[in-house]
């Protein structure tokens, strides 16, 4: 009964490469996201995904792309991966905007 | 300035000991922060929100919030070995972005027996 579950749990891939990982989750929650975090421990924000309003954040290369089916459902699309998109990704999600956040156990990504 | 900052430590305290945790942040309008517990290798874990200012208490952890000051801590009373991890303090900062939860860098805690 995983909450909010990534697969996979690793992937890792050639530069140039397409890839996505999956997220989903069985909370009922209205809004869900998608974070990055680093070698250096960084978490940082992606994307929002909330009733079909999509925020994101600028700093974002947009070789990076969310797909939501439906409102338990966030898939993160990648293209062209490059060296620098190594990082372990979290999926999250919320009940609403500002409620605080569940996590996804991550995938780590690791582009050769 | 970074919209939420805490110093990377590692802060280290003896098995018992209080450990205080402290993140500065630069949003004025920000009403809401969360700790996050986020051990190595795993995802973060949410173990304190807080909403207004003041103390929150919940069992070893308290958190305080002074928005005039525009700082949270994180006091964790009887400190275990289990404690060390990373915290993450974290508020819904950056209005032109939806006020996307960001976090701050985390704080490395060692909790030495």
């Known amino acids: 009964d995983t909450a909010v579950s990534q697969t996979p749990k690793y992937l890792v891939t050639q530069m140039g490469n397409d890839k996505s990982i999956k997220c989903e989750q069985n909370l009922g929650h209205d809004t869900m996201y998608w974070y990055k975090q680093d070698s250096k421990k960084f978490l940082k924000i992606m994307f929002s995904y909330n009733n079909k309003e999509l925020i994101i954040n600028e700093t974002v290369p947009n070789r990076f792309s969310p797909k939501s089916p439906d409102k338990a459902h966030l898939n993160l699309h990648i293209n062209s991966l490059e060296l620098g998109d190594s990082a372990v990704y979290f999926c999250?999600?919320?009940?609403?905007?500002?409620?605080?956040?569940?996590f996804g156990n991550g995938t780590r990504l690791t582009v050769t | 300035q970074k919209e939420v900052e805490q110093n990377s430590g590692p802060l280290s305290v003896p098995e018992g000991a209080i450990a205080s945790l402290n993140c500065t942040y630069s949003d004025r309008g920000s009403q809401s922060f969360f700790w996050y517990r986020q051990y190595s290798g795993k995802s973060p874990e949410l173990i304190m929100s807080i909403y207004s200012n003041g103390d929150k208490e919940d069992g070893r952890f308290t958190a305080q919030l002074n928005k005039a000051s525009q700082y949270v801590s994180l006091l964790i009373r009887d400190s275990q070995p289990s404690d060390s991890a990373t915290y993450l303090c974290?508020?819904?900062?950056?209005?032109?972005?939806?006020?996307?939860?960001?976090f701050g860098g985390g704080t490395r805690l060692m909790v030495k027996p």
């Open positions: 974290a508020g819904p900062f950056r209005p032109n972005a939806g006020n996307m939860l960001t």
């Open positions: 999250a999600s919320s009940k609403a905007r500002f409620q605080p956040l569940h």
